[in-house]
């Protein structure tokens, strides 16, 4: 918000088309000023995560540019998104990386100085910043690639080693097609100006800038040379700077066996980034599972809060697809391999405050899961800690990192969850309620689900804002899931009467409510939608809903026997 000043009241945005010069500037410069502030709070992890998100929805055809004409009020509502806001903050950390740091700051300096006390479009942005002095890139050209199409590159490496050369090309990231989709003829006619940056294995320290390589693909193909010997590996987006993902068509197999041999070669980031690239690319159908999969059993030797996080992130989507088909004797080897893979690094973890941030966030991280995925050891501590609160009651003892665990595991019983709901009608703190109220919508108890569901709309004892919050929680255990779509279906009209259509809230409803895998599924949301006509059939979250369920079907299709197998 306090950037806000800058980006927002200095200078704002001329229509509502390029909200992302608001909203995605002042995203970015929340980032980057704590992380210069602050260096110890490592919010670059946070960021990257929200990178991962963003680049999650963008590279589904029901996205849009973050420069795209906008009429309506829904449309204008719709705006304020992940693409706006972890997008544009996003291009805006790659330009920055790419150009060096100085020459972008200069840039914004200019921009703010040129546009102060008056409104800017996208192009005046890409003006100022090409007027500063120091580097060659039509920045203009460039940026507008960014900002005006759909989507964002798949970066594909061919690496040849007796020639010497990399081969690049590129095209749209884009996981899924709907049937009588124009997607896949925009698929072959996008085009970005993609700023690379790489190292290779003959030269790989992070801190040498003679080793990290930069180079501008702006064509659909492109090729490297190299004078390097004995060169084994290339890594392409350097810290994940970049928004693009990377396949490495015939040289994965050595960057799987870097990992496996010593794994600090790369940096924390750009192990995450290979973690979710790879699993992205399952998703497209580019990669069997099993080599994504096969990646991650380095993680055995892992203890970095970024890749753990990605990875547990990864296991957890698969685990939710095949829990909710009924597989549990899969879900439970999903559980099993989550184990194997991070037992020992959950062992260590303490239930305490100790230690340094990115301890604490990776014990968080670690803890939250174990209890999530029923460790044994886990359950215990949490059970323990809640009985102590119940008498006590006081949350001061309580580790505060791991207190939504305390609550969320204490809670899943009659008794657990009857106190949490009195202490949160007595309680005046609103962030600890807040984590009160996650832990009562985690219930896997129908009345209890539809007692708070009721009373949330009902603006209640539960206010009513809480209930998006409610029903995003309720809808990722097997319980709730089903119950929450039937609600959203009873109580549509209360609930567009409550949250206007096209408004954040709304979107989180109808995105976190029909998680759903099956085509049978499929047809009933479609069909829920297409009956609403005017009232929501249109919303861009709705094709976004549909397109997940499509994808969450085409996963299952490709990749449960070879799930099975692996397992």
Known sequence: ????????????????NDLWLNEGFATFMEFLS???IYPELQVADRF????????????????????????TAEQIEEMFDTVSYDKGASILLM???????????????????????????????WNSIAKIKGHDVDVKEMMKTWTLQTGFPLVTVKLDKAAKKIYISQERFLKTVMPQDPASSTNSSSLWHIPLTYITSSCSNYKDSNCIKKWLLKEKTGTIDFTELDVTWVKFNLNTSGYYVVYYENCSEELIQLLQKNHTVLSDHDRASLINNAFGLVSLGRIPLGEALHLTKYLKNEVC???????LGQFN?????????GLLDLAGRMKKNVFDLFGKLIDKQTWSDNGSFSERQLRSTLLSAACNYDYNECIQNATLLFNNWTKLQSTDFLPTDLISTVFMIGSRTSEGWDFS????????????KHKILMALANTENVKQLVWLLQNSLSNNIIKAHELPYILDIASKNVVGYLHTWDFVKEKWDPL???????????????????QFSTKMHLLEVQTFFDSLKDQGSQLQSVQESLELIHLNIQWMDRNLNNLKTWL
């Open 1 to 16: 918000e306090l950037a806000h000043q800058w980006f927002g009241n200095l200078v704002t945005m001329e229509w509502w």
């Open 34 to 36: 704590l992380e210069k």
């Open 48 to 71: 990257l995560q929200r990178r991962f998100l963003a680049m999650d929805k963008d590279s589904l055809n029901s996205s849009h540019p973050l420069s795209t004409p906008v009429e």
């Open 95 to 125: 330009l920055k990386d790419f150009l060096s740091e100085d020459t972008f700051q200069q840039g914004i300096m200019r921009y703010l100085m040129d546009h102060k006390f008056g409104s800017a479009k996208n192009e005046d942005l």
């Open 305 to 311: 809060t970024a890749p753990v996080t990605e990875a």
């Open 317 to 325: 989507y698969i685990y939710n697809l095949v829990q909710r088909r």
């Open 421 to 432: 709901l009195k202490v949160y009608t007595h309680l005046q703190l609103d962030s600890e």
């Open 496 to 514: 567009v009467k409550k949250f206007h259509l096209g408004s954040s809230a709304l979107q989180k409803i109808i995105t976190e409510t029909t």
